[in-house]
């Protein structure tokens, strides 16, 4: 999950950047959107905001021992999804990517992927169903009417990434794929 490179020093914050698509609008720290008159909603969350999620749902743990997270700490954003439309939307979150500035594409953290890291750590049986519970990792359909929401989590951040660009590639509504982009940008806060 780690890059080779040495970040630069200081806290990685992620923002919205303004938005192209004129059915993108920025509100607060996050991005709404309709997608085929699906609303979609996008924010990334910082490693206390992730915390903060499993708290604050029953039952969940937060599912990263604090080693992993410190060492190499994923990218994560929080997706929610309300389908406000009379069809069904399909979404397959493996076909999401998150593209940097140079066109560097990185695909999500598969729920295998964090089932092998985490299966020897203590505790896994409570942090692996936190990240069932949790993840979108998986082909998500929502009828009418219904709502989902969910994580996206990506390998840590390579060092030189300044511009973001989460691309929905798979997003369908009733059958028509309706792509959607959302833009951030990256900032390093110096430590003193």
């Not at 910082?46 to 915390?51: I, K, L, N």
Request: with cysteine.
């Amino acid at each position: 999950m780690a890059g080779c490179a040495t970040a630069p020093k200081g806290e990685v914050a992620i923002r919205p950047s303004p938005q192209r698509q004129a059915t993108h609008q920025v509100v607060g720290e996050s991005i709404v959107a309709s997608l085929g008159g699906a609303g979609v909603t996008v924010r990334w969350l910082s490693a206390p905001a992730v915390e903060q999620f499993y708290a604050a749902r029953p039952g969940l743990v937060y599912p990263w021992p604090r080693e992993i997270s410190k060492a190499a700490r994923p990218t994560v954003f929080l997706l929610r999804v309300r389908n406000q439309t009379r069809d069904e939307v399909q979404f397959d979150p493996t076909l999401t990517a998150l593209v940097t500035q140079d066109g560097r594409r990185e695909r999500p953290v598969s729920y295998e992927e964090m089932y092998e890291r985490l299966a020897g750590a203590e505790d896994a049986g409570p942090r692996l169903l936190s990240l069932q519970a949790s993840l979108f990792s998986r082909f998500v359909v929502i009828p009418s009417g219904g709502q989902r929401e969910g994580l996206l989590v990506f390998p840590a951040l390579d060092p030189e990434a300044r511009h973001l660009l989460l691309d929905l590639a798979s997003f369908f509504v009733g059958g028509r794929n309706t792509p959607g982009l959302f833009e951030f940008q990256v900032t390093r806060q110096k430590m003193e």
